[in-house]
């Protein structure tokens, strides 16, 4: 690693982890950055250094441009990782770290400015050649030029808005009658929730599949692509469940699209990791390009697993200046891959977030499994971020043993203290369909998953009840009793010591702001140091 030794990490939880385990493989220094209310986390306990942000909320913290510039320059870091989220896709930033001669570990800023606008992208692509949802390409004035497109390209359209992505404000019209409606709709959503009020008219594919190629590409122009991930299983726009590959792309799908998305790549000018997304719609087996992430995203690990190369050491590599070490033909894909996102939210109570105090955790292992965590007994899950705490994947030899494997994983899996959504998954990992590989962005409304997981959920309490009362053998031999009356005490030590530490952390979370020096002893890095 020629030109960076140090490397600032702009971010937290799993992917902070994630990026401090690249860098250490590659013998790189790594400096975290932390607010109030991330003092124990285990990213901070991984860094080699730990430089304190600022206050819980984001914007006073891992949003704070300046401060984390300031850092970088203060403790010697050649190049700033963002992650993904927060300052991830921030082009002004990336301008920041370019003017105080700070590498930013991800595409230019023209590029992301050229992604970041996702209808000029939609034109940008369109012009030259890469398959886009048939529609406009320009803002749409008023609902009679809506009328006109739609006219056009056929119902059903879905009015966009021009400033977001995330599916915020999209409305889906079957007939004209809907129309003006649906245009003054997603007007005013675009205007509340975006900078811009502007909307666009596209046909509306019908359960389409969400497909997305991973790129690399480096500073001299090359570009190559490591196959799809299928991403379909999401919550209200929330992914929840990926794998690779996807059970509807063959080699010939795989290659166009891969192709495609290397163009898309080219045409932007970007550099570093990124995932070009398509939708996809199996009755004609056609795609489309939808838009780019211009990140690391959550789900890449998935691709890690099928083709054996670590995506973060190669944003290294390529932020150093080096040419990508691979060649397309050097690119191959073994076996299946599954990620299941474990959020810290209530699957039975309409996923709300469930933050607190971790009392039990027991990650699974054996064969095929990887797990990239946040957390740990005795951490406090926070409320000001992302509830993401833990990315559980599963490989095997084809999908049939990579489900199996993520079945056995769940199964494994013990988070206490606070709510996860891994009955959630559960309930997919056994669904037929799910099984048969027939899933679309509708699957869980389709399936009615939401409704199955809270009887999963009231199963595993009575089951889990049973299993108490078996622990109490009625008649006890000599030697039973012994361990017995061992296995007691043991149980009776680790209540006190929960009890103690939830008594801890209820008196934590309400002086977290006064006072921050008020937490767990054995779990206190003794390396965190103030930047003040
Ligand atoms: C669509 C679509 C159907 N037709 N566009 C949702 C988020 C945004 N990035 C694009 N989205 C969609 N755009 C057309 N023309 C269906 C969706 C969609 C979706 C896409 C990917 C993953 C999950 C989804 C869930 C609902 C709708």
Same mark, same amino acid.
């Given at each position: 690693m020629g030109a960076i030794s140090k490397v600032l990490v702009a971010n937290?939880?799993?992917?902070?982890?994630?990026?401090?385990?690249?860098?250490?493989?590659?013998?790189?220094?790594?400096?975290?950055?932390?607010?109030?209310?991330?003092?124990?986390?285990?990213?901070?306990?991984?860094?080699?250094e730990a430089y304190y942000l600022g206050p819980s909320p984001a914007k006073e913290s891992y949003l704070n441009m300046e401060k984390i510039i300031q850092i970088a320059k203060q403790c010697g870091t050649e190049a700033i990782h963002p992650g993904y989220g927060f300052l991830a896709q921030n082009a002004k930033f990336v301008r920041l770290c370019d003017e105080n001669g700070i590498i930013f570990i991800g595409p230019p800023a023209k590029a992301q400015e050229l992604l970041g606008d996702k209808i000029g992208a939609r034109k940008t692509m369109s012009q030259a050649g890469i398959p886009i949802v048939?529609?406009?390409?320009d803002v749409v004035q008023d609902e009679k030029e809506a009328m006109r497109i739609a006219e056009d390209i056929g119902y059903p359209v879905m009015v966009k808005p021009a400033g977001g992505g995330g599916g915020i404000g999209m409305q889906i019209c079957w007939s004209p009658r809907e129309l003006s409606e649906a245009v003054k709709k997603a007007q005013a959503l675009a205007a509340s929730a975006f900078a811009r009020p502007e909307v666009y008219v596209e046909r509306y594919l019908v359960k389409p599949r969400h497909i997305e190629?991973?790129?690399l590409a480096d500073t001299k122009?090359?570009?190559?692509? @490591?196959?799809?991930?299928?991403?379909?299983?999401?919550?209200?726009?929330?992914? @929840?469940?990926?794998?690779?590959?996807?059970?509807?792309?063959?080699?010939?799908?795989?290659?166009?699209?891969?192709?495609?998305a290397v163009k898309v790549a080219k045409i932007a000018g970007y550099v570093s990791a990124g995932t070009v997304e398509f939708l996809f719609s199996e009755k004609d087996r056609s795609f489309y390009f939808l838009e780019?992430? $211009?990140?690391?995203?959550?789900?890449?690990?998935?691709?890690?697993l099928i083709t054996g190369i670590d995506i973060v050491k190669e944003q290294l590599h390529i932020a150093s200046g080096e040419p990508l070490r691979y060649k397309q033909e050097d690119i191959t894909w073994n076996g299946h891959a599954i990620e299941c996102r474990i959020n810290a939210e209530d699957p039975v109570n309409d996923f709300l977030p469930s933050s607190g105090l971790v009392t039990n955790y027991i990650e699974p292992g054996g064969p095929g499994i990887r797990v990239d965590s946040g957390i740990y007994a005795g951490y406090t899950v926070p409320v000001f971020y992302d509830p993401l705490v833990a990315k @559980? @994947?599963?490989?095997?030899?084809?999908?049939?043993?990579?489900?199996?494997?993520?079945?056995?994983?769940?199964?494994?899996?013990?988070?206490?203290?606070?709510?996860?959504?891994?009955?959630?998954?559960?309930?997919?990992?056994?669904?037929?369909?799910?099984?048969?590989?027939?899933? $679309?962005?509708?699957?869980?409304?389709?399936?009615?998953?939401?409704?199955?997981?809270?009887?999963?959920?009231?199963?595993?309490?009575?089951?889990?009840?049973?299993?108490?009362?078996?622990?109490?053998?009625?008649?006890?031999?000599?030697v039973e009793a012994k361990v017995f009356a061992v296995d007691k005490k043991t149980i009776a030590i680790a209540a006190a010591i929960a009890a103690y530490m939830s $008594?801890?952390?209820?008196?934590?979370?309400?002086?977290?702001?006064?006072s921050n020096n008020n937490v767990n002893p054995w779990v206190m890095s003794a390396r965190v140091k103030s930047s003040s």
């Open positions: 937290r939880g799993e992917i902070a982890v994630r990026v401090i385990r690249a860098c250490k493989e590659l013998g790189i220094k790594t400096v975290a950055v932390y607010s109030d209310a991330d003092k124990n986390a285990k990213f901070v306990y991984y860094a080699d048939p529609g406009s390409l190629i991973q790129i122009g090359k570009v190559i692509h @490591l196959g799809e991930r299928e991403c379909s299983i999401q919550r209200r726009h929330q992914k @929840l469940i990926e794998e690779a590959p996807s059970p509807v792309v063959d080699d010939e799908l795989r290659r166009k699209m891969g192709e495609t780019v992430n $211009s990140r690391v995203q959550v789900e890449h690990p998935v691709t890690e @559980l @994947l599963a490989w095997g030899r084809d999908r049939s043993e990579s489900i199996s494997r993520m079945r056995r994983a769940l199964d494994e899996f013990v988070i206490e203290g606070i709510k996860t959504n891994i009955p959630f998954h559960k309930v997919v990992l056994n669904d037929e369909e799910f099984v048969k590989g027939n899933i $679309s962005t509708e699957f869980i409304v389709d399936r009615n998953i939401a409704e199955r997981v809270v009887e999963l959920v009231k199963k595993e309490e009575v089951s889990r009840k049973e299993k108490l009362s078996i622990l109490t053998p009625a008649q006890l031999s000599p $008594s801890r952390s209820s008196k934590n979370n309400r002086s977290q702001n006064a």
